[in-house]
């Protein structure tokens, strides 16, 4: 799909990867529609994008709400005209062992609000964003593509029983999707990053960041004009569905 003059949309667009993504879509002529649950970053991110020659427009929105989602995405449909491809990017993490125990005696366990926190944002998100998204496509009757941010750690990582399961569950809409929209001339594809250079990963303690690094074949974090690269790939090639690229430098050869 050329992109150029396209309504694409992306959750969790105000910063990191999600910024980043509609900056390359953006300046490739696609127009952005960034949806976020903050309205000042919102602000801030499509005046930096209008800055750059960037085409983009604010939706508030709380990805774990049907209501808040049916309606940001009718705003787009309203302002913008039919959206031709969603990038759903949005997720949180709530980061604890399942038990933590010392001599036998229970210390604390990952509590069901956390798991569920987790669960609302990083699938369920996922699922009413690319519902509505897929609504759209099949009523205006065009092409379009739904691209799934997953996760290095939806193999398993310790600490991330939310986050893993949910990311994993992620890549199997990304799948049944694929085999469900074929019919619409609506693609799907994943993105599971590795360690990326975002605030996340800044906001870390500079020797455990080296750690990471230095666990990474390419001996360096990703940016995230990279994860950016792998999704506008994704978009452009009218010959994937389905799949997933792992950009992660290495880490899980």
């Known amino acids: 799909m050329i992109v150029a003059d396209k309504v694409i949309a992306v959750t969790g667009g105000a910063r990191g990867l999600g910024y980043a993504m509609a900056l390359r879509l ?10 976020d649950i903050s309205a000042d970053a919102l602000d801030e991110a499509v005046s930096q994008l209008s800055d750059d020659g960037v085409e983009a427009q604010a ?32 997720g949180i993490t709530r980061d604890a062992l399942l038990v933590k125990a010392k001599e036998g005696h229970l210390e604390k366990r990952m509590s ?3 798991w569920q926190d987790v669960i609302n944002v990083n699938l ?38 939310n986050y893993a399961a949910a990311k994993a569950g992620i890549h199997a809409l990304t799948v049944t999707w694929s085999k469900e929209l074929v019919r619409y001339g609506i693609r799907t594809g994943t ?27 390419l001996k360096r974090l990703g940016e995230p004009d990279n994860i950016a690269q ?3 790939f994704i978009i452009e090639n009218d010959y ?5 690229i792992e950009c992660d430098g290495g880490l899980r050869l």
């Open 230 to 232: 792998s999704v506008a």
């Open 240 to 244: 994937f569905t389905g799949r997933i």
């Open 124 to 161: 369920t998100g996922v699922f009413l964003c690319g519902r509505e998204a897929a609504t759209q496509m099949v009523e205006a009757g065009h092409e379009g593509v739904i691209v799934n941010i997953s996760s290095i750690s939806r193999a398993g990582n310790i600490g991330q029983s």
């Open 191 to 217: 993105v599971a990053p590795g360690f990326i250079n975002t605030e996340l990963t800044a906001a870390m303690r500079p020797d455990k960041l080296e750690r990471i690094s230095s666990s990474v074949p």
């Open 112 to 114: 069901l609000e956390n």
């Open 59 to 90: 939706f508030v929105v709380n990805v774990a709400d049907e209501d808040s989602v049916i309606q940001a995405f009718a705003d787009i449909a309203k302002r913008m005209g039919s959206i031709s491809g969603c990038l759903n990017n949005a």
């Open 26 to 35: 953006g300046k490739q002529g696609a127009r952005m529609a960034l949806l």
